[in-house]
């Protein structure tokens, strides 16, 4: 069965410095999300892409993170420049365009920012 | 802006027990409502998914309701068992395709 692929699984940086993820959505997924899940807490969207445009990013912290789906296929999230407070699991998730069709997730990449 | 509630936030019970897992939303114009299951350190796994003009879904030993004029849904699961085990997230999506999640009701169950 089809998946969505996330790298790295896990990531450990220092705070100021860059990071950046990427997420492989299942083929023909033109819909694409990013989401940002703090411990203990339920995902909360960052972004959302349909094929290479964004459709909603206004809960992305634009002064420090961005995100691209150039090819409108896989996509790049980054942080730049990390922050202690950005510890959290990272998660994409992919969907067929269709208003009945749910959202597959990718095993996501948890950060740690020391 | 849609919030999403979800009572317990932790359950501890005994193998074999059946269990009411609640759900609430502020907003009741919802497209469809999703339950998910995620274990440690993992990402989610979607359980059930209710359309806003179903009331309920079955899956094996699990079964979700939704009211949606309430804004309230339920996922029950019988005869739980240890594999049970986990976070249990509830997810309610819009007319544009957002789904906004509540907090999670994290899940033991004790051999």
């Known amino acids: 069965e089809a998946e969505v692929a996330q790298s790295p699984r896990y990531k450990i940086t220092e705070k100021s410095q860059a990071v950046a993820f990427w997420c492989d959505p299942i083929s023909g997924h033109a819909t694409l999300y990013w989401y940002r899940q703090i411990l203990g807490q339920g995902p909360e969207l960052l972004v959302q892409?349909?094929?290479?445009?964004?459709?909603?990013d206004s809960q992305l912290p634009k002064d420090r993170f961005s995100a691209e789906r150039l090819k409108g296929v896989d996509s790049t999230l980054k942080i730049q420049p990390a922050e202690l407070g950005d510890s959290a699991m990272y998660l994409c998730a992919s969907r067929l365009t269709g208003a009945r069709e749910t959202q597959y997730f990718g095993p996501g990449t948890r950060l740690l920012v020391l | 802006k849609q919030e999403v509630t979800q009572i317990p936030a932790a359950l501890s019970v005994p193998e074999g027990e059946n269990l009411v897992l609640n759900c609430s939303f502020t907003d009741s114009a919802i497209y469809n409502l999703q339950w998910f299951r995620q274990d440690p350190g993992k990402g989610l796994t979607s359980l059930l998914l209710i359309q806003s003009s179903q009331r309920e879904q079955t899956s094996g030993r699990l079964n979700a309701s939704l009211d949606k004029s309430s804004g309230r849904s339920t996922l029950y699961i019988a005869a739980s068992q240890p594999g049970d085990s986990a976070t249990y997230l509830c997810a309610v999506m819009d007319a544009g395709n957002m789904l906004t999640f509540g907090g999670g009701t994290r899940l033991m169950v004790k051999p």
């Open positions: 892409f349909q094929d290479e445009s964004v459709v909603d």
